[in-house]
């Protein structure tokens, strides 16, 4: 199992260098987040041992779970899909990173929830660039006004943009979807916001990492590639995909 394991992270890694060379990047720009959820901790443990040590988990209550498990590793978490604003006390308990931040409630609600446990957190605005009903986040076109209202949150160390292309074979269409990630990132800079807040585009997932690095992908959240297929169907995590 393990050995499947260390030889797909190989194979994966291999790819994202083949990408960044043939994007002319170094390929320490570009951050691996292995995705881990419906897998039980043991395989997260195994996974720890293979050297990775930051995993990205959709919910909330799966992560805290499997951190409570993995309490004795030095690991860090990041949670990917969209969270209530009623469980934000749950995240901050175990998260180094939130990816998904999509409204000034939710950026209100994890700001207090952080300033009371004297903490902070990364994140990541999401960006719903596929523009399907059943994806999260923003806009493209409401994240400039959302990203001068984010300086007051100060426990939020904001660090860039998220989003999840659209599901389709069309390789065009997900390519269109990380460029207008992109846009919204340099729409960000020329209104003058410091880039060191918004150098972050996480994109990119086991179908189409390799698409996301060739437009400029800093983060690829990839579960499937590395640890094999998943039990659930994806529509379990986003109504509506397949
Ligand atoms: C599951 C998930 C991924 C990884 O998907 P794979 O197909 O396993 O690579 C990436 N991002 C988000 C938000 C996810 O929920």
Not at 23 to 52: C, I, M
Not at 210 to 222: F, K, Q, S, W
Request: hydrophobic share 45%.
């Amino acid at each position: 199992m393990s050995d499947t394991l260390i030889a797909n992270l190989a194979i994966v890694r291999a790819r994202i260098a083949a990408a960044c060379a043939r994007a002319d990047r170094d390929p320490g720009s570009v951050r691996l987040l292995p995705v881990t959820k419906t897998l039980p901790s043991e395989r997260v443990r195994q996974a720890f041992a293979a050297g990775l040590d930051c995993f990205g988990e959709n919910k909330v209550q799966e992560a805290r779970s499997k951190a409570e498990a993995l309490a004795d590793l030095p690991v860090q978490w990041s949670v990917i899909g969209h969270l209530q604003t009623n469980k934000v006390k749950f995240l901050t308990r175990f998260a180094s990173e939130f990816q998904a931040l999509d409204s000034l409630r939710l950026a209100e609600a994890l700001d207090r929830r952080l300033q009371a446990e004297g903490k902070s957190l990364d994140v990541f605005v999401q960006v719903n660039t596929s523009r399907e009903a059943s994806k999260f986040g923003l806009p493209p076109e409401e994240v400039v006004a959302f990203a001068r209202e984010l300086p007051a949150f100060t426990a939020l160390r904001v660090r860039g943009l998220m989003t999840l292309a659209i599901f389709s074979d069309d390789k065009a269409r997900v390519r269109q979807c990380f460029r207008d990630l992109s846009e919204v990132q340099q729409r960000l800079l020329q209104e003058g916001h410091p880039s060191q807040h918004w150098h972050g585009l996480s994109m990119g997932m086991s179908g189409d990492y390799e698409i996301a690095i060739e437009e400029g992908a800093t983060v690829v959240r990839v579960g499937q590639a590395i640890f094999g297929p998943r039990p659930l169907p994806d529509s379990h995590y986003w109504p509506g995909a397949r």
